[in-house]
């Protein structure tokens, strides 16, 4: 159980929970609308397809040999022999068939919509690394968490919540779904030259390792840049400012990549990444209640 418990990766679950949450404080500030079942029920949902894109992960991965026993990233299950790739394969689609299940809820409130988004996120869990034309072995891992851990997680979450669509969800998105991306990018920075041997083409692989350091310190900056639109379009100067002690952090794990060559000290700087994403969610919090 501990295991699988570990495969399903819980550090990662705050690039799910964060902007689920920041959509919900979004609709709660801006349209007076807050439904705590509705939320729940986006909720988990969301989190049943994080981690099943996770299981799916760790056995594909394994399987195309990408994860071996030499990765300096935290010990796979099937690569270190805990848990069997088919028994990794049956638990992600035990865990999409329960999102399936759960989202009903939300299917119900607002009607086709949520199908629309939610099929392609199933679709994507395990076309993230299984298929004829894996995304993260395309190149393409970054691009889709940007979109369903940013702008589809923080606007789907306004829209499940009040029915409308908010321009401020997408800058929100933007910002948070940024964020995420560094956690992936971080990831695929440590592991290029295991990834490179497996033929998985990242774009760490595709691109270098400099490439990689300048791609983790503009996802890191440009989500607090993108924070001036809060004042200038929408008048809240405070989701402009207050969200800024989080910059610093950012900066210190990309100067830390600068300083460091891919290794085992990249775990730490993805922990100091989901804290600063944590932390970026927590201010923003705040600064949208503050208005």
């Not at 709660?28 to 996770?54: K, S, W, Y």
């Not at 071996?68 to 394969?89: C, D, Q, V, W, Y």
């Not at 990242?202 to 310190?217: D, K, M, P, S």
Request: charge should be positive; include cysteine.
């Amino acid at each position: 159980m501990m295991s699988l418990f570990l495969a399903a990766r819980p550090k990662t679950l705050a690039a799910c929970v964060a902007p689920v949450c920041l959509g919900g404080v979004l609709a709660h500030t801006r349209l007076n609308e807050f439904n705590l079942f509705l939320f729940v029920f986006t909720l988990l949902p969301a989190l049943a397809i994080q981690v099943a894109t996770n299981f799916f992960n760790d056995a594909i991965d394994f399987r195309k040999g990408a994860d071996t026993e030499g990765r300096f990233g935290p010990p796979r299950m099937a690569g270190s022999g805990k848990i069997p790739p088919e028994s990794l394969l049956i638990a992600g689609i035990t865990m999409a068939m329960i999102a399936l299940t759960l989202s009903l809820v939300i299917v119900a409130a607002r009607g086709w919509i949520i199908v629309a988004i939610g099929l392609p996120s199933l679709v994507f869990s395990f076309a993230y690394t299984g298929g004829p034309w894996p995304l993260a072995y395309r190149g393409l891992g970054e691009i889709f968490v940007f979109l369903f851990f940013g702008l589809i997680a923080v606007s789907g979450t306004v829209f499940i919540q009040s029915g409308q669509w908010l321009p401020e969800a997408l800058l929100l998105g933007t910002q948070v779904g940024l964020l995420a991306t560094v956690l992936i990018a971080i990831n695929n920075a440590r592991d290029i030259e295991e990834d490179r041997a497996a033929g998985k083409c990242t774009l760490a692989v595709r691109f270098g390792i400099r490439f990689a350091r300048i791609e983790v310190a503009l996802l890191s900056v440009f989500p607090y840049l993108a924070g001036a639109l809060w004042w200038l379009l929408f008048d809240q100067p405070e989701a402009a400012w207050m969200p800024l002690p989080g910059l610093l952090l950012s900066c210190l794990v990309a100067f830390l990549l600068f300083r460091s060559e891919p290794g085992r000290k990249y775990n730490r700087y993805l922990g100091l990444s989901v804290i600063g994403l944590l932390n970026f969610s927590i201010l923003m919090g705040i600064a949208l209640n503050s208005a």
